[in-house]
């Protein structure tokens, strides 16, 4: 297996919802997660009326708590997220709904120094002047 490219990195949700499928060479060596990811996975169960998707989900953010310490969303964070934010608006999107999650992950990263994995590149694309953005792909 080929060495990682980073020593440490910041997933966020896409990455962790599909981490089982992540083939772990695409992966840094050590893993890290927002608060704002745990959050998102806490409201997913609650958010199909599914009953295996519900407990598909429900599993997941067990997995998930029981497997990382999230970084917190800090004043740091709230700083980046400021940072981030003209950047958003330069390239014409807008910071809210689903986008805003992904740019307070992305805030996270940004203070804590860390790349951000990610499965949709092109959603924070605008933002590779600030973050280091690692695309993540599934295996066919």
């Known amino acids: 297996m080929p060495e990682p490219r980073h020593e440490r990195g910041l997933l966020d949700t896409s990455v962790v919802?599909?981490?089982?499928?992540?083939?772990?060479?695409q992966l840094p060596g050590q893993l890290a997660i927002s608060a704002v990811t745990l959050a998102e996975l806490a409201a997913g169960p609650h958010a199909t009326d599914d009953a295996d998707e519900r407990a598909r989900r429900q599993d997941r953010l067990q997995r998930t708590e029981a497997t990382f310490d999230p970084l917190p969303f800090d004043p740091a964070a709230a700083r980046a997220f400021g940072r981030i934010y003209p950047l958003v608006a330069a390239s014409g999107r807008k910071a809210r709904g689903r986008r805003a999650m992904d740019l307070l992950i992305a805030a996270t990263a940004l203070a804590a120094g860390l790349p951000l994995y990610t499965r949709?590149?092109?959603?924070?694309?605008?933002?590779?002047?600030?973050?280091?953005?690692?695309?993540v792909e599934l295996p066919d």
Do not use: M, Q, S, T
């Not at 949709?120 to 695309?135: F, G, R, T, Y």
């Open 17 to 25: 919802i599909d981490l089982d499928r992540v083939e772990r060479g």
């Open 120 to 135: 949709n590149p092109d959603d924070v694309e605008h933002l590779a002047e600030l973050l280091e953005i690692e695309a």
